[in-house]
């Protein structure tokens, strides 16, 4: 079962998943490791470059209208001071912070209109973020840069070397710093990430904090302020190594939650093919009861009503490859047994021949070498070998007869016949043999009794039965014929008095050149296929023959359809 397991598609799609969950994760957690802090860097570096092409952008357009970048910047702190003040005024007043519609409006010196400012834009200019026409003032652009991205900002103006800007409690140092790099004071451990014309974006490691600090320093496109700007990249990694754990964290519950799912809808897969894989192994065995009783319309499906189709067509195609096997069987047995009767047959009737023949050819040549001067030997020898040759005509007419038989061109001509006329006939043309054999025939026969069958065939088994009865007479030397009438059928017996057959030899009886005693058989001149032709001819008209042994003598049957006459069915009617 174990190595069922370890082989099943379900095992294999469940390790397909966990290795590629894996794998994801793993890709995921080397890339922020190896690139995710460059990215970082890389992206605070543009915005650096942008907030110094905005902030020199708009302390451009100051000094074109004639102000000092200070004058600026002081104005500025001093609106947003009174900006604070009146606000903190109204407050404590209880009065709400915004100063109604139309006085703001007439203060600002602008029209308003509605949905012109959104409330936050109101808000925020309280603080003095925006001027008089909506725009960020330079102060608060600055502010902006340092809340949002962690950018600590000084402006210096280097006529004056006053601290124009300042960044709260790193202003002295950060003024110091980008004094000692202007000046090319002090060791430095500064990678430069992008030189322009008059600025640098570089990374600097601070011995004083034991901290990198992304720095941009130089000088505003007026060539007279100074600045330096400062972010400190230690949030970068802490960002970095929080991503990685969220990542993490993240992947490993996915990675469990998926395995558990994937464990329910490969079960849920792999049943039915289970199913199917039991369902092959029994068609294997030849089980084709079995079927796929699915309805679903997938693939799985359509495989489970394939291979009912295959079932179906594999138990015709089997049952048809039995029964031709069978047929085959039957051929070959058939033909064997077939080649078994011709070496028999062969066999037989050279045996049969073989003593005329010698006979014929022993009398022939005493009659050419003049061994029987006088006339009544010489008759002698003819008869022999007329006698001879009768018999070997005889025989040969058997087989004919036989032949025809067995391979059915002699098909009965079904007629309507009176039996018991038959019989007499037959008597009467056999009178003559019978007063040879001195033997008393007794025909049991009242009135006519009609029957359907060949009366030409029907009449050479009753002379085979007369004959075979006058050739074995012995004892009382009697003969009996007789009818018994049934309901269908008529059953005609002939009885001859002499000694029993024996048991073990009456299967053999009907068998062709078979003889109970051959020395006796010989005597009469039979050949042992008149029996034959009896049962041939009774298997031709669908009809039984037998014998049986009686107290002191043999009784040989056999049955035809009864036919009765109008007249007799009116006389028993009347009767």
Known sequence: MKGFFRHSIRHRIMMIFIGLTSAVLLSVLAINNW????????????????????????????????????????????????????????????????????NREARRGRPR???????ERERADVSGTFDDSGEYTLLGMIRGYGDKNNINMVLIDSNTGATVLGAGRDSDYLVQKVQRYVLGMGARHATVLKKHENYVVETNYDSRSRSSYMESWG???????????????ESIRESVDLTNRFTTYVGLAA?????????????????????????????????FEVKYEGDSQDEIGVLGRSMNTLSDKLKETIGALKEANLQLQHDIEEKTQIDEMRQEFIANVSHELKTPIALIQGYAE??????????????????????????????????LTL???????????????????????????????????????????????YVMADEFKIEEVVTNYLNNALNHLSGERVIRIRTERAQERVKVMVYNTGEPIPEEDIPNLWTKFYKVDKARTRAYGGSGIGLSIVKAVMDA??????????????????????EEPKDELMEEKRD
């Open 255 to 287: 990675l469990v939650s998926g395995s558990i799912l994937m464990f329910f809808v490969t079960n849920q897969l792999t049943k039915p093919l289970m199913r199917l894989a039991s369902l092959s192994e029994r068609m294997s065995e030849l089980d």
């Open 541 to 562: 008209h669908h009809q039984n023959c037998g014998v049986k042994n009686t107290e002191d003598g043999v009784e040989f049957w056999f049955t035809l359809d009864r």
């Open 35 to 102: 690139w995710l802090e460059k990215y970082y860097i890389e992206e605070k570096r543009k915005e650096m470059e942008e907030a110094y092409s905005e902030i020199d952008a708009a302390v451009r357009e100051k000094t074109e209208d004639g102000e000092s970048i200070g004058d600026v910047i002081a104005r500025e702190l001093q609106n947003e001071w009174e900006t604070w003040s009146q606000s903190a005024e109204k407050s404590s007043e209880g009065g709400a912070w915004e100063e109604d519609s139309e």
């Open 219 to 233: 000088f505003l496109s007026d060539n007279r302020i100074l600045f330096i700007m400062s972010m400190p990249l």
């Open 403 to 449: 032949s025809a038989l067995e391979f059915g061109s002699d098909t009965p001509v079904i007629e309507r016949f009176d039996i018991h006329e038959l019989i007499r006939d037959i008597l009467n043309s056999a009178r003559i043999f019978m007063e040879q054999k001195e033997a008393r025939v007794i025909l049991e026969a009242d009135g006519p009794l």
């Open 366 to 399: 005493g009659l050419g070498e003049g061994m029987c001067e006088d006339k009544e030997s010489r008759d002698y020898y003819c008869e022999v070998i007329m006698d001879e040759a009768g018999k070997m005509n005889k025989m040969v007419k058997q087989l």
């Open 113 to 119: 209109a509605d949905g012109d400012v959104s409330e």
